[in-house]
């Protein structure tokens, strides 16, 4: 699906504009200059900036922490991020996007999981050595916007049980403030997908973990699954639960906290 018309060029359009790029890093990339030779996955996006140019840009995620987990970028990804930041978006495309962009970390979120070795029979009876997915997992979705990720979850592991976890602000204090919480009986025994879109602040997932680790979840064993995240809420987190791991696919000064309420109708 594009998000823009292209633009054929005309001889006669006038001076040729700079173009955008996306430039991933890696190990085989020039490092002397940097004096460094990380492989991570960095964006860089650079374009000419003039005084009127408010253009976004993305974070290095490498000086956060190494609990921070990006999906590999690719031009799929960068057409969801942006149609989904796109003011100009109908609720339709944006639910049908953000939908695509759910899967695609819960399906790296599940490689995330343990796994373990098996041999299987072919129907031509030959063996194939392969793996299995093992049991004793679960999620956990912050209401409400965590509850868009559930679906996309379930497409992914059928049986699986999802827990849910009610937080809003004090209108006194302005505080985050546990209103509900339910989990599998078991969820201390379990690793815990924890869904919630957008990190802001990380003060709403700092409650959720809070809740899970009074019932004995260890939060090595919780990976938090969001779409977008700004530095200030990812560092948040992982300086209160340094043994998280964070799965998201931008690190972003500017979060589209619309995301919400363009998903379930309600702006």
Request: hydrophobic content about 30%.
């Amino acid at each position: 699906m594009p998000c823009h018309k292209p633009q054929l060029n005309n001889g006669n359009s006038g001076p040729e504009q700079p173009m955008k790029q996306v430039r991933f890093a890696s190990s085989s990339s020039s490092s002397s200059s940097s004096g460094s030779s990380s492989s991570s996955s960095v964006v860089a996006v650079p374009s000419s900036s003039g005084p009127n140019d408010a253009t976004l840009h993305p974070v290095n995620q490498d000086n956060i922490a190494p609990q921070l987990k990006l999906l590999p970028l690719n031009d799929q990804i960068r057409e969801l991020q942006t149609i989904i930041r796109d003011k100009t978006t109908s609720r339709g495309d944006f639910v049908f996007c953000a939908d695509r962009l759910i899967r695609l970390v819960v399906e790296e979120g599940l490689n995330q999981l343990p796994y373990s070795e098996c041999i299987v029979t072919t129907p031509t009876g030959y063996k194939y050595e392969g793996v299995k997915f093992e049991r004793g997992n679960c999620g956990v979705s912050i209401m409400r916007s965590g509850e868009a990720m559930e679906q996309g979850l379930r497409d992914c592991c059928r049986s699986i049980r999802i827990g849910k976890i009610l937080i809003q602000s004090d209108e006194e204090t302005q505080k985050a403030k546990v209103y509900y919480a339910k989990f599998p009986p078991d969820v201390y025994r379990r690793k815990v997908l924890l869904m919630y879109p957008i990190l802001s602040t990380g003060n709403t997932v700092i409650e959720a973990v809070k809740v899970l680790t009074e019932h004995r979840v260890q939060p090595r064993h919780i990976i938090l699954l969001s779409l977008f995240s700004t530095p200030h809420g990812a560092k948040s987190i992982i300086q209160e639960f340094p043994d998280i791991t964070i799965l998201t696919t931008e690190v972003h000064t500017v979060a589209p906290t619309h995301f919400g309420q363009r998903y379930f109708g309600t702006d």
